[in-house]
Each structure stands twice: as C-alpha cells, then as structure tokens.
C-alpha cells in the first residue's frame, strides 16, 4: 500500500481534493490495517480519513518553494522508466 502513494506537491495543475482524499485513505488504511472497516469502525475510519484529509490539503497550501511545478506526465513517464529499469519490459 505504501508504494501507492504518491507526491502531491508542486505539480501543474495543483492536486486535486479527489487525489488528496485518495492519498489519506491509503494512509489511514495502512496505518488501521484495515481495507474495508467493519461497520462499528466506520465512523471513527472515515472521520481519520477526513482529518487526515484536511490536514493534508492545509499542508499542500502553507507549503513554500522557488523549483518549478513538476509535470505530471513527465514524472509518470520516469516512473515507468524505472519500472522498466527494476522489473524488465
């Protein structure tokens, strides 16, 4: 699960409030051990999922830098790259 997250940061365009609810559930899956809670852990799951949630987007906000926005389809390119590199074709 880890491996599925991604950076948010410094992309053009911004993340989106759909690839930031994404990023927190994988978080709070991981850390939970839960996929799927059951339904007397639902609540208190979707409500880590929303802070963690909002918690990320006020950081993505506050954050400060002088590199250039990265390009989403530049980085996913590198990223099969890689993939290639480690795994094979």
């Known amino acids: ?19 930031i609810r994404a ?29 963690v949630a909002r918690a990320s987007s006020t950081l993505l906000g506050s954050l400060v830098t002088t590199a250039p926005p990265r390009n989403r389809d530049a980085e996913a390119s590198k990223a099969r790259t890689r993939a290639v590199r480690r795994f094979g074709s």
């Open 1 to 19: 699960m880890c491996r599925n997250v991604r950076v948010l940061y410094n992309f053009e365009p911004p993340a989106t409030d759909e690839e």
């Open 23 to 51: 990023a927190a559930l994988q978080f709070v899956r991981k850390i939970s051990g839960f996929a799927k809670p059951s339904a007397t852990n639902e609540k208190a799951f979707n409500r880590a999922v929303d802070e």
